[in-house]
């Protein structure tokens, strides 16, 4: 897999919508976009809370960290689970799929932000630029390029091995009868 592949795009995503999905470019940007929009937010309002009670650059990047953790999953989690809705499975399968697909996807992506990229950045970003806002905007521009580069490969890898799709249940296709002798 190349990342030139990675970049355009899956090429076989089946969540039962697959002829109204952009492709390339606009795929990822669809994908990624609303929840970072909505981990961005979250990101700069915890970052400014926490600004407000304290000077502390780490404080203020943890404080901005969580918040964007938290929106960020929180509308990938909604985007995943309707995915997996489309593919036809039940609603408690839908949700055991969605958490599995978010682990394929994001948690080698999220492990390395969450410990070491994302906080350097953000601490780097608070510390060398005098505005605490244009700081944490800095240091997640950095930390989102690294992180998306892991994730997209991860995506396209749980696309490649069908893990995305649908898996037949043994019941709805039942094994041919044995013929004993």
Do not use: C, N
Not at 19 to 30: E, L, N, T, Y
Not at 35 to 46: D, H, L, N
Not at 111 to 117: A, G, N, P, S
Not at 162 to 181: D, K
């Amino acid at each position: 897999m190349s990342a030139i592949s990675t970049a355009l795009g899956p090429s076989s995503v089946d969540t039962g919508s697959a002829a109204r999905r952009p492709h390339g470019v606009m795929f990822w940007i669809a994908r990624y976009l609303p929840a970072e929009i909505v981990g961005t937010a979250a990101m700069v309002v915890g970052g400014l809370l926490a600004g407000m009670a304290t000077d502390s650059p780490a404080l203020i990047a943890a404080a901005a960290l969580l918040g964007e953790i938290v929106g960020f999953y929180a509308v990938l989690a909604i985007t995943v689970y309707a995915e997996q809705m489309q593919t036809g499975e039940r609603r408690r399968g839908a949700l055991a799929r969605t958490g599995m697909l978010l682990v394929a996807e994001f948690g080698a992506a999220e492990l390395l932000d969450t410990l070491l990229i994302r906080p350097a950045a953000l601490i780097a970003g608070v510390w060398l630029l005098p505005d605490p806002l244009w700081g944490l905007l800095a240091g997640k521009l950095v930390a989102d390029v690294i992180f998306y580069a892991i994730a997209a490969g991860a995506f396209t890898v749980t696309d490649r091995t069908g893990l995305r799709r649908r898996r037949v249940a043994r019941a709805e296709h039942p094994a041919p009868e044995q013929v004993t002798s």
